[in-house]
């Protein structure tokens, strides 16, 4: 196992419907603590659901998971799979989150944009990618997020 390529996936429901500041303060909060740890990842929200995916080496995540499971934001954490892969997939990212329960705003649009385009660059073995997109259509219901909002 390679101790700096890990991933962690998990999905949980939101203690109360989430604003989009406290979206955002989750977000910095995660900005401003996980470098220290080596963890980079993606959150997405819909409408009181979590999906989060990290990367990282295997003690970072420990601490950044334990930090989750703490956390009273949540509850009825689910961790879909955990363990090594072959290399970071989002190493040059910090965190970021997509609030899907919004109307497609630009900001969302270029996070799953983003997804997207490392998505159809080839890196077509990324299951977090996949995973991610997945998570975001099944909660939508759009498919194609390389277009621009109107």
């Known amino acids: 196992m ?3 390529a890990c991933r962690s996936v ?12 406290e979206l955002d303060g989750i977000v910095q909060h995660s900005k401003d603590f996980n470098p220290s740890v080596g963890v980079t990842g993606m959150l997405l929200y819909h409408d009181g659901n979590f999906f989060q995916y990290l990367e990282g080496p295997a003690r970072g995540l420990e601490v950044v998971m334990e930090r989750v499971r703490r956390s009273r934001r949540h509850h009825s954490l ?16 910090s965190m ?19 997804l997207e385009q ?3 660059n ?5 299951v977090a990618v996949r995973l991610l997109l997945n998570f ?12 621009r909002p109107a």
Not at 96 to 114: F, G, I, Y
């Open 2 to 4: 390679n101790p700096e």
């Open 10 to 21: 998990w999905v949980s429901t939101a203690a109360h419907p989430m604003s989009s500041q």
């Open 78 to 93: 689910y961790i879909h799979f955990k363990g090594a892969i072959e290399r970071r997939h989002f190493g040059d990212w």
């Open 96 to 114: 970021d989150v997509a609030d899907l329960s919004k109307p497609r705003t630009l900001k969302n649009a270029e996070q799953l944009r983003r």
């Open 118 to 120: 490392a998505w159809h």
């Open 122 to 126: 080839g890196d077509t073995t990324c």
């Open 136 to 147: 975001a259509e099944h909660m939508t219901g759009i498919g194609h997020w390389g277009q």
